[in-house]
């Protein structure tokens, strides 16, 4: 979407002649009119899969993650409908089929898995919503393969273009436009008129009274769900002239879509719309006003437009904490214990067998070989790189959905420094520190949200930076990254890189283990555990939750920096959603419940993705069903679900020793 | 004497590893208002969540008109004639009050001896509701509020009424209209199980009254399930 909006500015702005000023003025404002609406156009898709995952957000408390891959399945089945069958038939049944297939996927979705963690904390669901991500790409790619697949126009008059002050614009976006504001149409009346949309709105606001009223919520939700889906797949569609479909569709959109959903706030559909219109008309404008004007001044503009919609964002938040039109959100009773069980800080015995442990795994490079080494290291960055999310989500009680951030901060901040000429040790410490600024930066902004917001605030603030890196060629060498950074000569030895990369990463490790057992961790899981009485005996729980947060980020940016070295060149990869979704992955599959579930959890995620990676092209789709496997089955992860049956076991016992046949 | 609407026998209840209720027994008789009262944090309120289903760790046995409930789903619950009235009201502040009345809405379960519930019925029962129907329900006041969630309740025909608090933070004078409209539903024929702190509200209502105490029934109808109660402590 984004280079198409660009290059149709380009043709827009081409043929200008350097003659009266009044013509140059009319010019310039044919080329923001046209610009505007080709904004407008792109947002009527927008609006339909954000109007989606809204509809599906308010009743089931889910941020779908896959909606933007349920678009991508739209464009390539309405162009598989509109290949097979010619004319303009093909054409419109490409788009009933695409909505139709895309409710199906949603309604099979939803009835397999989601059904089954509808209770379960947010980070847990944003993380299996993901694995549906990774499975739906490896299903596009056996299905379509990995090129684009450009669809046919829109059939008759419609593929047709119109003048605007001498510039030609496709009836195409025109149309997108009048069916976007339709679909707005539709969807209230939808919402305000019938009965079905009544219980949506009356369980959007409190689903347990709505259930107390016999409203039964697996019919609604699943509704719900193949409605949202189905207009995520005519999105699609409908973008099938306008765009190739592509396997980059997915993220590329759900980025955006989160956006819009949060400026207009959860759960409202004209939110949604005001939020579509508004991003869409300011990423335009971006580009029109970059075009329009001449100069250094105009590049900045264009290439604006990633970063000003999170910019957008990041505003309406801060003054509307809710959004434009949301409502703060009924506590939905979570079943936190899913993912830990709160307990006391570990004690000292468990940091002397850690201790054991990593002597243990010091002796390693005697017996490895440099393969085996790169690994190993893969593996010692992983573990603080896990830990440091963990210590987020643990102690802190709040969500990251862009720890990534801080990693590849740290990364880029090191090679930087390296590149300048730093020494070794001031490029590490060059790249904590940027990651410690960053940390405390987004920290402020992002820790005085809750829940669902502040974890798709993180995932912006990642973006943000994210586009940023990938785009400023001068500095960060762009889509390309940095290369040569290498640690000195002493390092250069794999094996004893590894174990340079293990002291530092343990020592980051035991620092945040050690912070448990210290005040600021005692205070930080009062906080976590009862806000309201933590602050009533005077505990600042903002300031705890923003310092907890800060430690977070900066370890993950030692984390990077080691990561950045052990490579040699880095690119924006390291800071992009995957990685931050690998972070929780990691975390999630050893387990919130004890001190070493992130390193088990990150080891074993590490060993695997290698091995998966070595093994099959659908790499993808083989980690998600892992993931979905982990959720679905061991919410508390490998080393948490062990524990708590150890645990178990150990009451059982108790109890058949005093009092038989008692108890629950 | 007639077999019981809804039978409870050694209902526990639990939240995370705190047990909350304690080997509750009791039933409530088709057409009796039976009060369950108790102080603050008695378990009130989680018992009567308990019978609708809205507690996850319950164990014990909840019948109603002979068929076993609990487990059930709550909206399962509520088409098989049962109907919860929340003591925060839980109203749809977002709906107006004719949406909301909509929104309980159901048809009576087979069989069921209650008069059908009609929007005209209910604005007889409360005039007031009728005034404010385009009235979004976050606008209304506590006492309107209160008739509204249990009118709310009765759109959806139950023939058990499960009354959490319904006089908590009202004035008097509305907790007597209160009072007057509890009467006017026994006479319709619905039986009732309040929970109240409130004695004069419960001497006006009450056919008989069980007293909880930190989630122990104190005062037994019947008198050979005392044992039982003891041993669970």
Same mark, same amino acid.
């Given at each position: 979407?984004?280079?198409?909006?660009?290059?149709?500015?380009?043709?827009?702005?081409?043929?200008?002649?350097?003659?009266?000023?009044?013509?140059?003025?009319?010019?310039?404002?044919?080329?923001?009119? #046209?610009?505007?609406?080709?904004?407008?156009?792109?947002?009527?898709?927008?609006?339909?899969?954000?109007?989606?995952?809204?509809?599906?957000?308010?009743?089931?408390?889910?941020?779908?993650?896959?909606?933007?891959?349920?678009?991508? @399945?739209?464009?390539? #089945?309405?162009?598989?409908?509109?290949?097979?069958?010619? $004319?303009?038939?093909?054409?419109?049944?490409?788009?009933?089929?695409?909505?139709?297939?895309?409710?199906?996927?949603?309604?099979t979705? &939803?009835?397999?898995?989601?059904?089954?963690?509808?209770?379960?904390? &947010?980070?847990?669901?944003?993380? =299996?919503?993901?694995?549906?991500?990774?499975?739906?790409?490896? /299903?596009?790619?056996?299905?379509?393969?990995?090129?684009?697949?450009? $669809?046919?126009?829109?059939?008759?008059?419609?593929?047709?273009?119109? &003048?605007?002050?001498?510039?030609?614009?496709?009836?195409?976006?025109?149309?997108?436009?009048? #069916?976007?504001?339709?679909?707005?149409?539709?969807? *209230?009346?939808?919402?305000?008129?019938?009965?079905?949309?009544?219980?949506?709105?009356?369980a959007? &606001?409190?689903?347990?009274?709505?259930?107390?009223?016999?409203?039964?919520?697996?019919?609604?939700?699943?509704?719900?769900?193949?409605?949202?889906?189905?207009?995520?797949?005519?999105?699609?569609?409908?973008?099938?002239?306008?765009?190739?479909?592509?396997?980059?569709l997915?993220l590329?959109?759900?980025?955006?879509?989160?956006?819009?959903?949060?400026?207009?706030?959860?759960?409202?559909?004209?939110?949604?719309?005001?939020?579509? /219109?508004?991003?869409?008309? /300011?990423?335009?404008?971006?580009?029109?006003?970059?075009?329009?004007?001449?100069?250094?001044?105009?590049?900045?503009? *264009?290439?604006?437009?990633?970063?000003?919609?999170?910019?957008?964002?990041?505003?309406?938040?801060?003054?509307?904490?809710?959004?434009?039109?949301?409502?703060?959100?009924?506590?939905?009773?979570?079943?936190?214990?899913?993912? !830990?069980?709160?307990?006391?800080?570990?004690?000292?015995?468990?940091?002397?067998?850690?201790a054991?442990?990593?002597?243990?795994?010091?002796?390693?490079?005697?017996?490895?070989?440099?393969?085996s080494?790169?690994?190993?290291?893969?593996?010692?960055?992983?573990?603080?790189?896990?830990?440091?999310l963990?210590?987020?989500?643990?102690?802190?009680?709040?969500?990251?959905?862009?720890? =990534?951030?801080?990693?590849?901060?740290?990364? !880029?901040? =090191?090679?930087?420094?390296?590149?300048?000429?730093?020494?070794?040790?001031?490029?590490?410490?060059?790249?904590?520190a940027?990651?410690?600024?960053?940390?405390?930066?987004?920290?402020?902004?992002?820790?005085?949200?809750?829940?669902?917001?502040?974890?798709?605030?993180?995932?912006?603030?990642?973006?943000?930076?994210?586009s940023?890196?990938?785009?400023w060629?001068?500095?960060?060498?762009?889509?390309n990254?940095?290369?040569?950074?290498?640690?000195?000569?002493?390092?250069?030895?794999?094996?004893?890189?590894?174990?340079?990369?293990?002291?530092?990463?343990?020592?980051?490790?035991?620092?945040?283990?050690?912070?448990?057992?210290t005040?600021f961790?005692?205070? @930080?899981?009062?906080?976590?555990?009862?806000?309201?009485?933590?602050?009533?005996?005077?505990?600042?729980?903002?300031?705890?939750?923003?310092?907890?947060?800060?430690?977070?980020?900066t370890?993950?940016?030692?984390?990077g920096?080691?990561?950045?070295?052990?490579?040699?060149?880095?690119?924006?990869?390291?800071l992009?959603?995957?990685?931050?979704?690998?972070?929780?992955?990691?975390?999630?599959?050893?387990?919130?419940?004890?001190?070493?579930?992130?390193?088990?959890?990150?080891?074993?995620?590490?060993?695997?993705?290698?091995?998966?990676?070595?093994?099959t092209?659908?790499?993808?789709?083989?980690?998600?069903? /892992?993931? @979905?496997?982990?959720? @679905?089955?061991?919410?508390?992860?490998?080393?948490?679900?062990?524990?708590?049956?150890?645990?178990?076991?150990?009451?059982?016992?108790?109890?058949?020793?005093?009092?038989?046949?008692?108890?629950? | 004497?007639?077999?019981?609407?809804?039978?409870?026998?050694?209902?526990s209840?639990?939240?995370?590893?705190?047990?909350?209720?304690?080997?509750?027994?009791?039933?409530v008789?088709?057409?009796?208002?039976?009060?369950?009262?108790?102080?603050?944090?008695?378990?009130?309120?989680?018992?009567?969540?308990?019978?609708?289903?809205?507690?996850?760790?319950?164990?014990?046995?909840?019948?109603?008109?002979?068929?076993?409930?609990?487990?059930?789903?709550?909206?399962?619950?509520?088409?098989?004639?049962v109907?919860?009235?929340?003591?925060?009201?839980?109203?749809?502040?977002?709906?107006?009050?004719?949406?909301?009345?909509?929104?309980?809405?159901?048809?009576?379960?087979?069989?069921?001896?209650?008069?059908?519930?009609?929007?005209?019925?209910?604005?007889?029962?409360?005039?007031?509701?009728?005034?404010?129907?385009?009235?979004?329900?976050?606008?209304?006041?506590?006492?309107?509020?209160?008739?509204?969630?249990?009118?709310?309740?009765?759109?959806?025909?139950?023939?058990?009424?499960?009354?959490?608090?319904?006089?908590?933070?009202?004035?008097?004078?509305?907790?007597?209209?209160?009072?007057?409209t509890?009467?006017?539903?026994?006479?319709?024929?619905?039986?009732?199980?309040?929970?109240?702190?409130?004695?004069?509200?419960?001497?006006?209502?009450?056919?008989?009254?069980?007293?909880?105490?930190r989630?122990?029934?104190q005062?037994?109808?019947?008198?050979?399930?005392?044992?039982?109660?003891?041993?669970?402590?």
């Open positions: 979407m984004q280079d198409a909006g660009g290059l149709k500015g380009k043709l827009a702005g081409r043929n200008r002649r350097p003659a009266m000023r009044l013509d140059m003025l009319r010019s310039a404002m044919s080329a923001f009119l #046209i610009q505007s609406l080709n904004g407008l156009a792109s947002a009527a898709s927008l609006f339909l899969v954000a109007a989606g995952l809204t509809l599906i957000f308010g009743v089931t408390r889910i941020v779908n993650f896959a909606h933007g891959s349920f678009y991508m @399945l739209g464009v390539y #089945i309405a162009w598989t409908v509109a290949e097979g069958v010619s $004319g303009a038939g093909g054409f419109w049944a490409g788009l009933a089929a695409a909505a139709l297939v895309a409710a199906l996927v949603g309604v979705v &939803e009835t397999l898995i989601l059904r089954r963690i509808y209770q379960a904390p &947010e980070l847990l669901q944003l993380t =299996a919503t993901f694995a549906l991500v990774l499975i739906l790409k490896d /299903v596009a790619l056996a299905v379509w393969g990995p090129e684009d697949r450009l $669809g046919p126009r829109a059939p008759g008059v419609l593929g047709g273009a119109v &003048e605007f002050g001498g510039r030609a614009f496709p009836v195409w976006d025109l149309c997108l436009i009048a #069916i976007g504001v339709a679909m707005l149409g539709l969807l *209230t009346w939808l919402t305000r008129r019938t009965r079905f949309g009544l219980l949506v709105r009356a959007t &606001e409190d689903r347990e009274m709505a259930a107390a009223l016999g409203v039964n919520e697996r019919w609604l939700f699943t509704g719900v769900f193949a409605l949202g889906s189905a207009l995520a797949g005519l999105a699609g569609a409908l973008q099938m002239p306008r765009e190739p479909a592509s396997l980059a997915d590329a959109l759900i980025a955006d879509v989160f956006v819009v959903v949060v400026i207009g706030g959860l759960g409202s559909i004209p939110g949604a719309f005001v939020a579509a /219109v508004l991003v869409s008309l /300011v990423k335009a404008w971006c580009i029109a006003l970059g075009q329009v004007s001449v100069g250094a001044l105009s590049l900045d503009l *264009t290439k604006l437009t990633l970063v000003a919609e999170f910019l957008v964002m990041a505003a309406v938040l801060l003054v509307r904490p809710n959004g434009l039109f949301g409502r703060p959100l009924r506590h939905v009773p979570v079943d936190r214990e899913a993912l !830990y069980e709160p307990r006391p800080a570990p004690s000292a015995r468990v940091l002397t067998g850690l054991v442990a990593l002597a243990a795994v010091t002796v390693l490079p005697v017996v490895l070989d440099d393969y080494a790169v690994l190993a290291t893969d593996m010692a960055v992983a573990a603080l790189f896990a830990t440091s963990a210590f987020i989500i643990g102690p802190g009680g709040m969500g990251s959905f862009g720890h =990534a951030a801080y990693f590849g901060l740290g990364a !880029y901040g =090191a090679a930087l420094a390296a590149q300048a000429g730093w020494s070794f040790g001031a490029a590490l410490a060059a790249g904590l940027l990651a410690a600024l960053a940390a405390v930066l987004f920290g402020a902004l992002s820790v005085r949200l809750s829940g669902t917001y502040m974890a798709m605030l993180t995932l912006a603030f990642a973006q943000i930076v994210w940023v890196v990938f785009q060629d001068a500095v960060t060498g762009g889509s990254g940095l290369t040569g950074v290498w640690p000195p000569e002493a390092l250069s030895d794999r094996n004893r890189f590894y174990l340079f990369a293990l002291a530092l990463c343990a020592a980051g490790v035991l620092l945040l283990a050690w912070l448990n057992l005040p961790g005692h205070a @930080l899981r009062a906080v976590r555990d009862a806000r309201v009485k933590a602050e009533a005996i005077g505990l600042p729980a903002t300031r705890f939750t923003w310092a907890a947060f800060t430690v977070g980020g370890l993950a940016g030692l984390a920096a080691v990561y950045a070295f052990s490579k040699g060149s880095i690119s924006p990869d390291v992009a959603i995957p990685r931050s979704v690998d972070a929780l992955v990691m975390v999630l599959l050893g387990g919130l419940n004890t001190l070493f579930g992130p390193v088990f959890g990150a080891v074993l995620f590490t060993w695997l993705a290698d091995g998966l990676a070595r093994t092209e659908y790499w993808r789709a083989s980690l998600g069903i /892992v993931i @979905l496997a982990v959720v @679905l089955s061991a919410p508390r992860g490998i080393m948490g679900t062990w524990g708590a049956w150890r645990a178990r076991r150990a009451r059982r016992a108790a109890r058949e020793g005093d009092m038989p046949g008692g108890g629950r | 004497m007639n077999a019981p609407l809804l039978s409870v026998r050694d209902l209840l639990w939240y995370g590893r705190a047990q909350a209720l304690f080997g509750l027994v009791f039933d008789m088709p057409g009796e208002v039976l009060v369950l009262a108790g102080r603050n944090g008695a378990g009130k309120t989680s018992t009567l969540r308990a019978i609708m289903g809205l507690v996850p760790r319950v164990s014990g046995e909840i019948v109603y008109a002979g068929r076993p409930i609990r487990g059930m789903a709550p909206h399962a619950i509520a088409r098989l004639g109907g919860y009235v929340p003591e925060d009201r839980r109203i749809f502040t977002e709906l107006t009050v004719a949406e909301n009345l909509e929104a309980g809405r159901k048809p009576a379960p087979v069989g069921s001896p209650i008069r059908p519930w009609t929007i005209e019925r209910i604005h007889t029962l409360f005039p007031k509701l009728a005034e404010l129907s385009d009235r979004p329900g976050g606008a209304l006041s506590g006492g309107e509020q209160q008739m509204l969630t249990l009118a709310r309740t009765l759109m959806g025909n139950p023939q058990l009424l499960l009354l959490d608090e319904p006089s908590e933070g009202l004035a008097p004078l509305v907790v007597e209209r209160i009072a007057e509890v009467r006017e539903l026994k006479r319709e024929g619905l039986t009732i199980l309040l929970s109240e702190q409130n004695a004069r509200f419960t001497e006006a209502v009450a056919d008989r009254v069980l007293w909880l105490e989630g122990v029934l005062n037994l109808i019947d008198n050979d399930t005392t044992d039982k109660n003891e041993k669970n402590r």
